[in-house]
């Protein structure tokens, strides 16, 4: 009943007790009874203020509810038990690709919205966050995150209502974090740490014989060095695409660390296992004569029966690949000195002519100075990759025939000292370090790159300068013509105890004058 009706209601019962009532009585009944009905009626105009106070809180809390529906980011939805819309946002509709409302309500929710029905969860389960993966309209899978309840009325389910957000890009970020702690970035093999954890799952009867094949890529630092570290990961990325073009589907390939390479072979006899290896080096014999030939030492060992440790028999894989990279090591040396020539010879404007003229001169200096055969090799070395460090410069500095700009010359300056760090940093070549760190050095200390005077310059880089700058200047650059025999020698003889040593010259000169 309306509060206005019990206010009526409450004033005609009141009216009939005032007559009945004798008039000795009357006055104080109807003092009691106004009283009461003052306060009757103050409570339900109290009531009433509630009332009209809880009807525009309800309406405004209607209002803001549309509101959150309407424009939420979220997708918000009500469905059937059955499996059909009944009511949907702007932003669900948006979120699967629907042109409108009307067209995603008619679609049933278990057979043409969700990739899979078992993704969609049971009644008993929905009153819970879950994630599932959802089709739009085009039939682009994405993945969400639904919040939903089950609406009962009569402890009978009657409807769903739920919250769906979009998560696609976060799985993706999941995915590539999990991809990331299994894979190496650079080449996409797998990484040491699954290796390690996959050697535990392939150890055992079934999968035996289980051969073990590790690889070592030669020079790597070399090119790291003398090429930059671009190089040395594109090097890197050719091997890895080398191993998996030899391996099947099940072999297990991974980057084992900064040079070296790791595969499992299941059910793979130790012959076959050799057989893939000699493939391998097969196809990097062809690549000898590219710009950087791939090389790599392999070594491969098999576990045959349950009770060998599985440790010893990675480790007897690992001592044939050191063993093999020893046996090879003449070749592989070999193998560096040819790409490092071929490098710049191919940046610069040094030639094998010119390396072999500078090679016959020095060598024949160093004979007539008595100098030990080790010494005398050294000279042989020099006279090829005395300017090694030039291969880490542009072409256009080394090939352009113009003057250099001030910019220009402070980088050619460096190419003695990187030309240092290519040879220190590799074994084959240590013993010629010192020697290229000291070809642009000045008798009287004006030289680069550390002003060295003197005897202080090494002997070997003291014969280079002289042999070097008397062949350029008779063969001639495209920035300077060629000059007489006299006058190389005339030119000599004048730098003589200021960039050159002295008693060098004059040997020198002696050795010329005479062809």
């Given at each position: 009943?309306?509060?206005?009706?019990?206010?009526?209601?409450?004033?005609?019962?009141?009216?009939?007790?005032?007559?009945?009532?004798?008039?000795?009585?009357?006055?104080?009944?109807?003092?009691?009874?106004?009283?009461?009905?003052?306060?009757?009626?103050?409570?339900?105009?109290?009531?009433?203020?509630?009332?009209?106070?809880?009807?525009?809180?309800?309406?405004?809390?209607?209002?803001?509810?549309?509101?959150?529906?309407?424009?939420?980011?979220?997708?918000?939805?009500?469905?059937?038990?059955?499996?059909?819309?009944?009511?949907?946002?702007?932003?669900?509709?948006?979120?699967?690709?629907?042109?409108?409302?009307?067209?995603?309500?008619?679609?049933?929710?278990?057979?043409?919205?969700?990739?899979?029905?078992?993704?969609?969860?049971?009644?008993?389960?929905?009153?819970?966050?879950?994630?599932?993966?959802?089709?739009?309209?085009?039939?682009?899978?994405?993945?969400?995150?639904?919040?939903?309840?089950?609406?009962?009325?009569?402890?009978?389910?009657?409807?769903?209502?739920?919250?769906?957000?979009?998560?696609?890009?976060?799985?993706?970020?999941?995915?590539?974090?999990?991809?990331?702690?299994?894979?190496?970035?650079?080449?996409?093999?797998?990484?040491?740490?699954?290796?390690?954890?996959?050697?535990?799952?392939?150890?055992t009867q079934r999968q035996l014989p289980l051969s073990f094949t590790i690889g070592d890529i030669n020079r790597l630092k070399l090119v790291n060095d003398a090429?930059?570290?671009?190089?040395?990961?594109?090097?890197?990325?050719?091997?890895?695409?080398?191993?998996?073009?030899?391996?099947?589907?099940?072999?297990?390939?991974?980057?084992?660390?900064?040079?070296?390479?790791?595969?499992i072979f299941p059910k793979t006899k130790k012959e076959n296992a050799e057989e893939i290896i000699n493939r391998i080096k097969n196809v990097c014999i062809l690549?000898?004569?590219?710009?950087?030939?791939?090389?790599?030492?392999?070594?491969?060992?098999?576990?045959?029966?349950?009770?060998?440790?599985?440790?010893?028999?990675?480790?007897?894989?690992?001592?044939?690949?050191?063993?093999?990279?020893?046996?090879?090591?003449?070749?592989?040396?070999?193998?560096?000195?040819?790409?490092?020539?071929?490098?710049?010879?191919?940046?610069?404007?040094?030639?094998?002519?010119?390396?072999?003229?500078?090679?016959?001169?020095?060598?024949?200096?160093?004979?007539?100075?008595?100098?030990?055969?080790?010494?005398?090799?050294?000279?042989?070395?020099?006279?090829?990759?005395?300017?090694?460090?030039?291969?880490?410069?542009?072409?256009?500095?080394?090939?352009?025939?113009?003057?250099?700009?001030?910019?220009?010359?402070?980088?050619?300056?460096?190419?003695?000292?990187?030309?240092?760090?290519?040879?220190?940093?590799?074994?084959?070549?240590?013993?010629?370090?010192?020697?290229?760190?000291?070809?642009?050095?000045?008798?009287?200390?004006?030289?680069?790159?550390?002003?060295?005077?003197?005897?202080?310059?090494?002997?070997?880089?003291?014969?280079?300068?002289?042999?070097?700058?008397?062949?350029?200047?008779?063969?001639?650059?495209?920035?300077?013509?060629?000059?007489?025999?006299?006058?190389?020698?005339?030119?000599?003889?004048?730098?003589?105890?200021?960039?050159?040593?002295?008693?060098?010259?004059?040997?020198?000169?002696?050795?010329?004058?005479k062809v």
């Amino acid at each position: 009943m309306k509060i206005s009706n019990k206010i009526g209601k409450y004033k005609e019962l009141n009216k009939s007790h005032f007559e009945e009532v004798p008039n000795s009585k009357a006055a104080i009944n109807e003092k009691g009874a106004t009283s009461s009905y003052k306060t009757m009626v103050l409570k339900l105009s109290k009531l009433a203020n509630i009332q009209k106070k809880t009807e525009k809180l309800s309406k405004k809390n209607e209002e803001h509810y549309k509101s959150l529906f309407e424009n939420s980011l979220d997708g918000i939805y009500k469905s059937g038990i059955d499996g059909d819309y009944i009511d949907v946002n702007p932003a669900l509709v948006k979120m699967l690709g629907y042109d409108n409302k009307e067209e995603l309500l008619s679609i049933n929710i278990p057979n043409q919205i969700y990739v899979s029905k078992g993704y969609r969860l049971s009644l008993r389960k929905k009153n819970k966050l879950f994630e599932a993966q959802l089709k739009k309209k085009d039939g682009t899978p994405i993945w969400v995150e639904i919040s939903a309840r089950v609406i009962y009325k009569k402890e009978k389910p009657v409807y769903y209502e739920g919250i769906v957000r979009n998560i696609t890009e976060r799985k993706k970020a999941e995915e590539k974090i999990v991809h990331l702690s299994f894979h190496d970035s650079l080449t996409g093999l797998y990484n040491r740490a699954y290796f390690e954890e996959e050697i535990k799952r392939q150890d055992t009867q079934r999968q035996l014989p289980l051969s073990f094949t590790i690889g070592d890529i030669n020079r790597l630092k070399l090119v790291n060095d003398a090429l930059g570290h671009l190089e040395g990961d594109r090097l890197i990325v050719k091997v890895a695409e080398l191993l998996k073009a030899f391996c099947r589907k099940e072999d297990v390939i991974a980057r084992w660390g900064g040079d070296e390479f790791t595969i499992i072979f299941p059910k793979t006899k130790k012959e076959n296992a050799e057989e893939i290896i000699n493939r391998i080096k097969n196809v990097c014999i062809l690549t000898s004569k590219h710009k950087i030939p791939i090389s790599i030492s392999l070594g491969t060992a098999t576990k045959e029966k349950i009770k060998q440790d599985i440790k010893e028999v990675i480790k007897e894989a690992e001592d044939n690949m050191y063993r093999h990279k020893l046996i090879e090591r003449k070749s592989i040396y070999s193998s560096i000195i040819s790409s490092l020539e071929r490098t710049l010879y191919e940046k610069s404007l040094e030639t094998r002519d010119h390396a072999e003229r500078l090679k016959k001169l020095s060598q024949e200096m160093g004979k007539i100075i008595n100098l030990p055969n080790n010494k005398i090799d050294e000279l042989s070395l020099l006279s090829t990759l005395h300017d090694i460090g030039k291969i880490a410069l542009s072409e256009e500095i080394l090939t352009s025939g113009r003057g250099l700009t001030k910019k220009e010359w402070v980088l050619v300056k460096k190419h003695p000292e990187i030309g240092y760090n290519i040879c220190e940093s590799n074994p084959q070549l240590a013993h010629i370090a010192e020697g290229v760190l000291g070809h642009h050095e000045w008798w009287n200390g004006d030289g680069y790159p550390h002003g060295l005077k003197g005897d202080n310059i090494p002997l070997t880089s003291r014969i280079i300068s002289i042999v070097d700058a008397y062949d350029v200047m008779i063969t001639g650059r495209t920035y300077k013509k060629a000059v007489t025999k006299k006058e190389a020698i005339k030119e000599l003889k004048r730098c003589s105890g200021t960039q050159f040593d002295p008693k060098l010259v004059d040997i020198f000169i002696g050795i010329v004058s005479k062809v």
